[in-house]
């Protein structure tokens, strides 16, 4: 019996979020590769400055990547620049488990994070552009949710690593590891049908229409849901066409681009004030302020990515349910509430109090805001900006918000250890407020993208108005749009010559009603 089209879907667009596993284990493995006696002396005896340079170093990789991957998608496709991925990030893999001195580290690591960075900014580009709009919010979750998995993956073997063995095997084996995730996405990824968005933006009009029906009705060309999703996307690239065909111009130039733009900037940046990175790298270092010794920790850290992953598992099942705003803003409020009840334990029980009963609320709260992070901010940071724009920008204006998203975490995981070592504790009340204005920021700003096609979006951001509250623009929801779709009834916007497109293809019209 065949699969349905949406369950498809979702398996092409699980199997794109391969590379995210590599993206969560590199980023968690190097917790428990840092305290590795041997790895010290291999490098040198790194000080806390050129510790911080070895975490972040996979940090600017991925920002250098962003300068060049959303050029990349556009001019090859989806399918080879996630290829290209995994060939960069084997490489660096590769690089840093055969290191022999502290350069070799610093390189390895840029490298995979290039790979990583392209990796975490395509998968949920092609995931979006692939699936139907009610469940186009579980489809680009799924990065969030793959890569829990491999930090859960990261913390275990760390651990095991870390008490099970001794001298280079700790942390060559563990490093190695990074690299099985990305060996099976290289080598199959182009069996993945490619984005229908991206073949229509090249002329390849017939090629898309025959994806669309692969993905959404067994290969039926005819269907109508089909038929009428084609038109949509067709009228929208000649729009494109029309207006521009300078896709950067249009993100800086079009006043409701750049305010897109500006909106997923400030996500990915939001994401690191709620203080995510400095739990997730320095771990160790945190829990030891509280008395807790670095063994204990990386325990506690498996268990933390337990959390993670259910938390992420419960976004996957209710992100169409609930949408994406308002799981945004009170998942910023409650993480800062965590972060101002944390702080306070950590400065009334320092680690010379000894108290254990403070010492676990602490752990707890960690554990708690990890719930809600995974839950609600830290999935969305993806999904929602390459959901915002349009075919012609959405590859370069994804690539943008996602540089963002490296260079602030880069910037947390320098300053990280600088600020312990000159404020200690105080630091943590810097995420303390951030949670709060974060949540305050997007409750102003953040337009709910649930259930819009994709075509649509450009005129929903246009009827919005800057100020989100109290502006009862009408947002449909995403099953209703499908069977408008299944019923023929296509919207466009003015202008787009939609039935000049149709005509050419020679498909059946339809219901066609035009947006302003």
Known sequence: ???????????????????????????????????????????????????????????????????????????VGRRLAILSGCVVFLIGGSFQAAAQNIHYMYGGRFLA?????????????YQAEIAHPSIRGRLTTLQQFMLGIGALIASFIGYGCFHGLTGQAQWRIPLAIQLLPAIPLALFVLLLPESPRFLAMKGRNEEALLVLARLHAHGDVHDTFVVSEHKEILAQVQLERQETRNAWSQLFLVKSNFRR???????????????????????PRIFESIGIDTSTTLGLQSGNSVIALIGEGLCIWFIDRLGRRGPFIWGNALSGLTFVIGTIIIAVFPA??????????????????????????GPLSWAIPVEMFNSATRAKATAITSSAAWISNFMIAQLTPIAFDHVGWRFYLVFAVCGFTNALFFWAFLPETKGIPLEELDAYFASVPIFVPGSKVYVPDGLTREEELRQGKVFVPEG?????????????????????
């Open 496 to 516: 787009a010559g939609v039935d000049e497109v149709v005509d050419e293809k020679g498909s059946e019209k339809g219901q066609i009603e035009h947006m302003a």
């Open 113 to 125: 994070g290039m790979g990583i960075g392209m990796l975490a900014m395509l998968a949920p580009l």
């Open 352 to 377: 010379e109090a000894n108290n254990q009963n403070a010492a676990r609320s602490f752990v707890a709260m960690t554990w708690l805001f990890n719930l809600v992070f995974s839950s609600c901010c």
């Open 261 to 283: 733009l500006v909106l997923g900037i400030a996500l990915q940046f939001s994401i690191q004030m709620t203080g995510v990175s400095v739990i997730q790298y320095y771990a």
């Open 1 to 75: 019996m065949a699969i349905s089209p949406k369950v498809y879907t979702w398996l092409c667009g699980f199997f794109a979020a391969l590379g995210s596993v590599t993206f969560g284990y590199d980023l968690g493995i190097i917790a428990s590769v840092l305290p590795s006696e041997d790895f010290l002396a291999t490098t040198g005896n790194p000080d806390a400055t050129a510790q911080g340079l070895i975490v972040g170093c996979l940090l600017l990789g991925a920002f250098a990547s962003n300068i060049y991957v959303g050029s990349l998608a556009d001019a």
